[in-house]
């Protein structure tokens, strides 16, 4: 069985690197020979869009990251990367878990012929930047490196900021040496990358609920024993749910290290943020950026 390669895209010891290290650890034990994983990890091989399309071509096998990056290939996951979409990381869980998900990955398997193997709910997304923001006014005008992700980009305009891009292992240098003036991620994600240190003010805007995932690229997975299948796919449950458990656990944890570190951790009055990008809803279905109706059905979710 020739090696399949798993790439990464993210810091080295940031949670989906973890993850996707456990994924590789345990396929590689219960294989037993049968068949190797080998784990590229941080950009080596691009970042996530790149490692994404590589994955489309079959030069790389599997990946894991959030799910929000596939919005460049199927519209509707866009949604996931629109602000205050989520109202907690249970809301999320269960969209997983829901009919409207399953469409959408099987969309992306019939069309790109990539197959989600597991997904769960993990951490919020929070501000990062050089002065305290306490609330929708603050951000006007502010310099935000925003990923590559339309829907994301479009977020922060909406709510006043200048999107800037910058790949995410520029973002620590961008911020220290005042290319843009914030940034926002993952929280063990931007620990890792040491968003902290390089600007001293933490907003908790829980903006977006991150996710994780692990994906193979289909004619790989149907290329495999059935047993095979089953070793592939229970290790990817578990690991994508010893992330969701590690998530929620190190969220407190990573916020207070980054306190220790000399950051300040400040609440946000998120309430006008929110009203602007629910506001904005009926504009971005207007102009295509995912399904009409969506948002509202994932609100609908209990």
Same mark, same amino acid.
């Given at each position: 069985q020739t090696p399949l390669t798993l790439g990464g895209s993210d810091a080295i010891g940031s949670l989906l690197d973890?993850?996707?290290?456990l994924f590789t650890k345990l396929v590689n034990e219960r294989a037993a020979g049968k068949l190797k994983i080998n784990f590229i990890q941080g950009e080596q091989l691009g970042n996530d869009q790149q490692v994404i399309e590589q994955m489309i071509a079959g030069s790389v096998h599997i990946y894991g990251d959030?799910?929000?990056?596939?919005?460049?290939?199927?519209k509707d996951f866009a949604i996931m990367g629109w602000g205050f979409t989520f109202r907690d990381t249970d809301h999320l869980q269960k969209f997983t878990e829901s009919a409207a998900y399953q469409k959408l990955a099987e969309e992306l398997r019939a069309k790109q012929g990539i197959r989600i193997l597991a997904a769960a709910a993990t951490q919020p997304r929070v501000l990062f930047a050089?002065?305290?923001i306490a609330g929708l006014g603050d951000i006007s005008g502010i310099k935000m490196r925003v990923p590559e992700i339309k829907v994301y980009v479009k977020l922060w305009e909406t709510l006043g900021a200048r999107p800037s891009r910058l790949a995410w292992a520029e973002v620590f240098l961008g911020l220290k040496n005042g290319?843009?003036?914030a940034a926002e991620g993952p929280v063990s994600a931007a620990f890792a990358a040491k968003f902290h240190e390089a600007v001293k003010h933490v907003m908790r805007t829980n903006h977006?609920?991150?996710?994780?995932?692990i994906t193979i690229? !289909?004619? %790989?997975?149907? &290329?495999? *024993?059935?047993?095979?299948?089953?070793?592939?796919? !229970?290790? %990817?449950?578990? &690991?994508? *749910?010893?992330?969701r458990e590690q998530a929620a656990k190190e969220t407190e944890e990573v916020l207070a290290k980054?306190?220790?570190a000399g950051a300040t951790i400040h609440p946000i009055d998120a309430a006008a943020i929110r009203a602007k990008s629910e506001a904005a809803v009926a504009e971005m279905e207007k102009d295509g950026a995912w399904s009409a109706g969506l948002w509202k059905a994932i609100q609908d979710i209990k």
């Open positions: 973890r993850q996707n290290a959030v799910l929000d990056w596939y919005a460049n290939w199927v050089n002065k305290r290319v843009v003036d977006i609920y991150s996710s994780a995932h690229n !289909d004619k %790989a997975y149907a &290329a495999l *024993s059935p047993e095979l299948q089953k070793i592939v796919l !229970d290790a %990817a449950r578990e &690991a994508v *749910s010893w992330s980054m306190a220790a």
